[in-house]
């Protein structure tokens, strides 16, 4: 048996260490394989929530703070835990234990996201701090052990210490790099959770010590099979959004691009001139008023989704050159594999981030750009700022047009924002939406969705823009001039160094995103 402390029979010096004979290889390993199993779990949790909470500054921010409030608690209970009972009895149950909660994580998360989501804090909340925590008391238990002498203190906890966080990295390259663009979510779960079982038998049957390995194996099994049935599942997983693509009953050409649980487009795959989203209609009837019948276009899109819209511009405007800038990859794939994508239409898709796209396109080359980019309920805010609107004004030629859909709620702050932002970097501006929502039916209560705003430098035909809007019986309206001022308010100009855009967002629905 190994011994444990304040056992001894014989008298030991109140400042000797004591050692468990554990070999610095197998110690870098158990604290470079924890310390990233730990982050693998931060970053893997995000996407999971993504659906359910949005891929917002708050979610990021209450998972990385769960994250390290588990390394916090982990380290000074194993610590802690470590002086008072054999340490090394206590690494199978700390990577046992947090690899059967790993495993069962995506059945977990999602089945409360569906059917009890005002859990969903809460249980996000335990199953990081639960494995968190655990896997960052193996450091110090660690430590412990390697401890023989107080004259290498220094240099066993530095580099253990070292080695932790190069595993910190290592696990956060892994799974933003590599294993989320690969492999679904749950299936990184699943099998680290595995792994981390293993890791725990392993232990064990160096040990002979704590036995609860094939309890643990069964908990990952039911982890597994959970997942197949738990709901919220995708047919895609990319590196930014789980996927579906819903078959419209009531139109047999008909697909819904469903992105974390919003749908983003629309589209016909036999008419793309059928624009379904009262969004897509508007940013149509700006088009259509702002240049002549069938003219081609040099378009910019930013944000791709289901392409619904550059679909309509090849449609209804031959020869038009449409680029788009989606961020998405595995979007891209599925609009090829299931959307009936096809080259040769003037549709160009580029992976890209739309702001380092605009800086890559030369100035004055386009006739029309379009914002139309989301994740989930958020928006990217740095495509909302003075500088990216100075950016889209460059790139327009001095007839151009810049047409974008925002999303908002309640009060509406952020589209004011950003309506005021578009304000000092063009010289007319205008709104599109619904009469409550852009303040021009006092009366009625905002609930807030979906609205258009267009921007030019040259004035554009509002009334055949109204026209239009009427035609595809759309009851929208415009706002411009005093009305739209006074819709404005004292809003905030964004700008790079200061866009609290998540904070003016305010997610009391999930509207149509794209």
Not at 68 to 82: E, V
Not at 218 to 246: K, M, N
Request: charged share 20%.
């Amino acid at each position: 048996m190994w011994p444990v402390t304040g056992t001894s029979s014989s008298p030991v010096a109140e400042d000797t260490p004591r050692t468990y004979g554990l070999g610095p290889r197998a110690a870098a390993a158990l604290v470079f394989g924890s310390s990233a199993a730990v982050l693998v779990v931060e970053i893997v949790a995000l996407r999971l929530l993504a659906p359910y909470l949005g891929l917002t500054l708050e979610t990021s921010t209450m998972v990385i703070g769960i994250a390290l409030t588990a390394i916090a608690l982990g380290s000074w209970m194993g610590g802690r835990i470590a002086d008072q009972v054999n340490p090394r009895r206590l690494l199978g149950p700390s990577l046992g234990v947090s690899g059967a909660v790993v495993a069962l994580t995506p059945a977990v998360l999602r089945t409360t996201g569906e059917w009890a989501s005002g859990l969903l804090l809460l249980i996000a909340s335990l199953t990081i701090l639960v494995p968190g925590a655990l896997l960052s008391a193996v450091t110090p238990i660690v430590t412990k052990l390697r401890l023989t002498s107080l004259a290498e203190t220094g240099t066993v906890v530095g580099r253990l210490s070292g080695v932790g966080t190069v595993g910190a990295i290592f696990g956060t390259v892994l799974t933003g790099f590599f294993l989320i663009s690969r492999l679904p979510v749950s299936g990184i779960l699943i099998g680290l959770g595995t792994l981390l079982v293993v890791g725990s038998a392993l232990v064990e049957w160096r040990t002979r010590g704590w036995s609860g390995t094939p309890a643990l194996t069964l908990v990952v099994v039911a982890g597994g099979l959970a997942t197949t049935v738990a709901p919220g599942g995708c047919d895609t997983e990319t590196q930014y959004h789980c996927v579906r693509v819903v078959a419209d009953p009531d139109r047999s050409s008909g697909r819904t691009l469903v992105l974390d649980g919003l749908r983003h487009s629309y589209v016909d795959l036999d008419d793309p001139t059928y624009l379904k989203f009262g969004y897509v209609r508007a940013i149509a009837s700006v088009v259509d008023a702002a240049f002549p019948e069938d003219e081609p276009l040099a378009a910019q899109h930013l944000g791709g989704g289901g392409l619904t819209f550059p679909r309509y511009l090849a449609a209804t405007r031959p020869g038009t050159r449409s680029l788009v800038s989606e961020i998405d990859s595995g979007v891209v794939r599925v609009n090829r594999d299931q959307l009936g994508l096809r080259p040769g239409n003037g549709i160009d898709v580029r992976v890209e981030d739309g702001r380092l796209g605009l800086r890559r396109l030369d100035t004055d080359s386009r006739d029309l750009v379009v914002g139309d980019a989301f994740g989930g309920v958020s928006v990217p805010w740095h495509l909302t700022t003075a500088e990216a609107m100075t950016d889209v004004r460059r790139v327009l030629n001095e007839d151009g047009v810049y047409v974008a859909n925002l999303i908002d709620h309640g009060s509406m702050a952020f589209a004011r924002a950003e309506v005021a932002t578009l304000r000092e970097t063009f010289e007319h501006v205008a709104l599109v939406g619904e009469p409550a929502d852009i303040g021009l039916d006092p009366t009625a209560a905002s609930e807030g969705g979906n609205v258009v705003v267009l921007a030019s430098d040259r004035p554009v035909d509002l009334r055949a823009t109204q026209e239009s809007l009427d035609t595809r019986k759309t009851d929208w309206k415009i706002a411009s001039g005093d009305d739209l001022t006074s819709w404005i308010g004292d809003a905030q100009v964004l700008t790079d160094d200061y866009a609290p855009v998540d904070q003016l967002l305010q997610p009391y629905s999930q509207p149509t995103a794209q």
